[in-house]
């Protein structure tokens, strides 16, 4: 399943015609598609399930009530990295003993809300953290604090720089050769019950050798550790990337298309490469995805307000902006522009660019797209991932509504920001 096709030259989320959406709620908005989201857990778990994963959702993907509701009525657990994630998994009915909670910095209160909530485990990340997870649950008789390190592998991902994690070169996780003296000094303090261990070597990895790679050098180091410590689960993170072009369906499985560079790994790939080497563990297997399930799940619909050449350039300006939407602005991502209407005839290469105020607020350059006139409206896809979960108010601009729709109904799970919001809690 897709949720984004082009009916009689219209595009459309599922059942649901985004001009329509556009009409009714304004520009700039994002749109969801339920069934991607469900389609996309169930062939993850489905290709897994010879390992019958826990998949923990990322949070920080798309944190709106909605999508976290699907997913737990799915049976999904959540990765979270804050407070605040945490609250919003309860909030929506989340098992709290399917929850990691993970980040580099969290802090005393963070660790006292995990506690109290019950979650599965504490994903930590330095010797520090683990003293102070300690000296919070200490200071409960009888309090356990549930956690898994998490390694830090050394493993090239490839991929973006800013989203690479899993080399010394970054701040995550503890590094390989120091976890085994780090889980010998945790097992010996009764504050703490060791429950896993846990790698994520990176984002938007759209080959199967860094995953193969990492779990193939962790593997020895969980035998062992599960051996000595009794360690329940390995959890191999999240990672999975999509296809950012040609998103469009364009049957069965277009999404899993040839991307312009490389080919991407198909998710049996992912699943056939990793699956032996996880079963043999017979430890419980858990997963962190966030984009693979909602990224391709989601559009941004903006409207063209302005065009313009300045003999050099050809821009086409649109009310989203890099505050709604900062993917292309920081890490110089792909996103497939697609006109919500039916395309002109021709093409025309220019730049789609937002109304913020920094040269950096740039959709794509010198894209050949269709003419495109004032009103008309683009979509810019595969941008429920890190889209929303990202946004701002820089310029006070109020966030975009978040629509979902399922087959042939829309809601708005999230209202459009209202300026005058912006200022509350301001004081002149
Ligand atoms: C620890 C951890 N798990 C899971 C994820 C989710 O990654 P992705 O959305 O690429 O699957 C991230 C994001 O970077 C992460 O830091």
Request: charged share 25%.
């Amino acid at each position: 399943m897709h949720g984004f096709q082009r009916k009689g030259g219209k595009l459309f989320a599922e059942g649901v015609s985004l001009d329509g959406l556009a009409d009714r709620y304004g520009t700039p908005l994002y749109v969801y598609s339920a069934g991607t989201i469900v389609d996309h857990y169930r062939r993850l778990r489905g290709v897994l399930r010879a390992v019958n994963p826990l998949i923990c959702y990322s949070v920080k993907a798309n944190s709106n009530l909605a999508i976290l509701s699907i997913l737990s009525r799915l049976g999904s657990g959540f990765d979270v990295v804050s407070g605040g994630e945490l609250e919003r998994v309860r909030k929506v009915g989340g098992k709290m003993d399917r929850c990691v909670f993970a980040g580099v910095g969290k802090t005393r209160e963070e660790i006292e809300l995990g506690l109290r909530f019950g979650v599965k485990a504490f994903h930590v990340e330095s010797e520090e953290e683990l003293e102070q997870i300690a000296a919070v649950a200490g200071r409960k008789k009888g309090r356990h604090a549930p956690i898994a390190l998490r390694v830090n592998p050394d493993v090239e991902a490839g991929g973006h720089a800013k989203i690479t994690t899993g080399t010394y070169a970054n701040k995550f996780g503890i590094p390989y050769e120091l976890v085994a003296a780090a889980y010998r000094r945790a097992g010996a303090d009764p504050r703490l019950h060791l429950r896993g261990i846990q790698m994520h070597i990176g984002s938007q990895i759209t080959r199967v050798e860094p995953f193969r790679a990492a779990v193939r050098k962790m593997i020895p180091l969980v035998e062992r550790l599960r051996d000595r410590h009794g360690l329940e689960y390995f959890d191999v993170g999240g990672g999975l990337g999509i296809v950012y072009e040609d998103a469009l369906a364009s049957g069965r499985d277009g999404w899993w298309k040839t991307l312009r560079s490389e080919k991407a790994m198909t998710l049996n790939e992912y699943a056939t490469s990793l699956v032996p080497m996880l079963r043999d563990l017979k430890m419980d297997i858990l997963l962190e995805p966030g984009r693979f399930l909602v990224g391709n799940a989601g559009v941004l619909v903006s409207e063209v307000l302005y065009r313009k050449s300045t003999g050099q350039k050809y821009f086409t300006i649109v009310d989203a902006g890099m505050n709604d939407l900062v993917r292309p602005a920081l890490y110089e991502a792909y996103h497939q522009i697609e006109p919500v209407g039916k395309p002109r005839p021709g093409a025309i290469p220019t730049d789609v660019v937002g109304p913020v105020c920094e040269s950096g607020d740039v959709f794509c350059h010198d894209r050949s797209l269709p003419p495109l006139e004032r009103g008309d409206r683009v979509a810019i896809l595969s941008a429920g991932a890190y889209g929303f979960s990202m946004s701002s108010n820089y310029n006070t601009r109020p966030r975009p509504a978040e629509v979902l729709v399922t087959g042939s109904r829309a809601r708005v799970v999230r209202a459009r920001e209202r300026v005058a919001g912006l200022w509350q809690g301001e004081r002149k």
